[in-house]
């Protein structure tokens, strides 16, 4: 074993007998994604099947309220691996819009894992929009969880907001600490 590997080895084990190095972040819902999608299309390419999924429609409820615009948003699922399917690395493109017409571009990349005729997903996504009310979405990252169930076209979206949960040494995380 090379003492480069060792080296490595002592960190994570020092990381995992102390149980990490940050507390438990704290995660809290921004919006709810009720979302009805079509067939798939799929093509094969030399890194496997590549499934789009078209988005016919979502409502969107939470602390921005609206739909997805339609027939714009798909999401793309690349099978991994090539036989098997029971995973899929995705990544799709929402737009948002409220009532009023303002928007919010949302990209998602995750993994979804397949089993009982149904899927799951975690992911994270970036949000980017100039509507002033929700410009702090800029500088988040959320967390993405999903689920369906084949056959009745919906898709369930939620999009969580991550707050630190600060260190288990009680250390100030400088970068979050008030400017000095
Ligand atoms: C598209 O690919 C997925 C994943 O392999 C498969 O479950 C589905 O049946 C395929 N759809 C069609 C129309 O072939
Ligand atoms: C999206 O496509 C569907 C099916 O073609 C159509 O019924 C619907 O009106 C379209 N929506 C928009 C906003 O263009
Ligand atoms: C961190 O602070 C909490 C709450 O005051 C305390 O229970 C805990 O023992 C402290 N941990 C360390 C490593 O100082």
């Given amino acids: 074993m090379s003492p480069l590997f060792l080296g490595l080895a002592c960190l994570v084990a020092n990381a995992l007998a102390t149980g990490g190095i940050y507390k438990q972040p704290i995660v809290e819902s921004f919006v709810a994604i009720d979302m009805y999608v079509s067939l798939p299309v799929n093509t094969t390419t030399p890194a496997g099947i590549v499934s789009k999924v078209p988005i016919v429609s979502g409502a969107i409820t939470g602390g921005f309220n609206g739909q ?5 948003s798909t999401s793309n699922e690349a099978m991994l691996p090539l036989t098997g399917g029971e995973y899929s690395s995705s990544d799709s493109n929402l737009i948002l819009e409220n009532d009023q017409g303002g928007r919010i571009f949302a990209s998602l990349r995750g993994l979804t894992t397949y089993a009982n005729m149904a899927l799951h997903g975690f992911g994270s996504a970036f949000l980017a929009t100039d509507l002033e009310e ?18 009745t076209g919906l898709a369930q979206f939620q999009l969580s907001t991550i707050t630190s949960g600060g260190r288990k040494d009680n250390q100030t995380i400088k970068a979050l600490a008030p400017p000095q």
Avoid: H, R
Avoid at 68 to 72: A, F, R, T
Avoid at 134 to 151: H, K
């Fill in 134 to 151: 929700f410009y702090w979405v800029n500088g988040e990252v959320f967390l993405v969880e999903w689920e369906g169930n084949f056959m």
């Fill in 68 to 72: 997805l615009v339609q027939n714009i």
